[in-house]
T-cell receptor
Framework: DSGVTQTPKHLITATGQRVTLRCSPRSGDLSVYWYQQSLDQGLQFLIQYYNGEERAKGNILERFSAQQFPDLHSELNLSSLELGDSALYFC???????????FGQGTRLTVV | GESVGLHLPTLSVQEGDNSIINCAYSNCASDYFIWYKQESGKGPQFIID?????DKRQGQRVTVLLNKTVKHLSLQIAATQPGDSAVYFCAENGGATNKLIFGTGTLLAVQP
């Protein structure tokens, strides 16, 4: 158990809908990262938050947004969902200066 | 279980043999590298890391080698076991934000 909790584990929704994925980082970790993993791609960095502030952005679509709350949990909002958004979404947290992160078990999103 | 990717490079080894998984990284400014293991249906799990001022680091049954001249990283697993079967990702971290950029991954299949 990495200490990073993601909910829900599975999510099935229709095209055009909006969903929210939730992540609770390890206790004390200030950084939260979101990654997308599709079947035909590796882990794609989406966005990073550090202590409530956006720190870095990757290839995140405009239909996607995220935030980190004062209690350090984070939410990833995906809207106007398309079939191609079906993927595993991972959250990771880090509190160490080296930068390696602990990953959650992921949320599998299926858009039908 | 679910496969992480359909077109991953695959390394097939016999149980008890040594495995070598290779990775080429892209950013010559990266100063920190990590190997992750991802088992089917789970999030990536940290294995070992190395700073750019080192060329070798050993852990328990694993060794990471770094060749900065050719931007190449390798993971050696000694006496490979069935439990080592997974997808292995290298990741590089070169920025102040500590975001990790992942390689495409290699599927290690251990034959009994």
């Amino acid at each position: 158990d990495s200490g990073v909790t993601q909910t829900p584990k599975h999510l099935i929704t229709a095209t055009g809908q909006r969903v929210t994925l939730r992540c609770s980082p390890r206790s004390g970790d200030l950084s939260v990262y979101w990654y997308q993993q599709s079947l035909d791609q590796g882990l794609q960095f989406l966005i990073q938050y550090y202590n409530g502030e956006e720190r870095a952005k990757g290839n995140i679509l405009e239909r996607f947004s995220a935030q980190q709350f004062p209690d350090l949990h984070s939410e990833l909002n995906l809207s106007s969902l398309e079939l191609g958004d079906s993927a595993l979404y991972f959250c990771a947290s880090s509190g160490n200066m080296m930068g390696w992160a602990f990953f959650g078990q992921g949320t599998r999103l299926t858009v039908v | 279980g679910e496969s992480v990717g359909l077109h991953l490079p695959t390394l097939s080894v016999q149980e008890g043999d040594n495995s070598i998984i290779n990775c080429a990284y892209s950013n010559c400014a990266s100063d920190y590298f990590i190997w992750y293991k991802q088992e089917s249906g789970k999030g990536p799990q940290f294995i070992i890391d190395i700073r750019s001022n080192m060329d070798k680091r050993q852990g328990q049954r694993v060794t990471v080698l770094l060749n900065k001249t050719v931007k190449h990283l390798s993971l050696q697993i000694a006496a490979t076991q069935p439990g080592d079967s997974a997808v292995y990702f290298c990741a590089e971290n070169g920025g102040a934000t500590n975001k990790l950029i992942f390689g495409t991954g290699t599927l290690l299949a251990v034959q009994p």
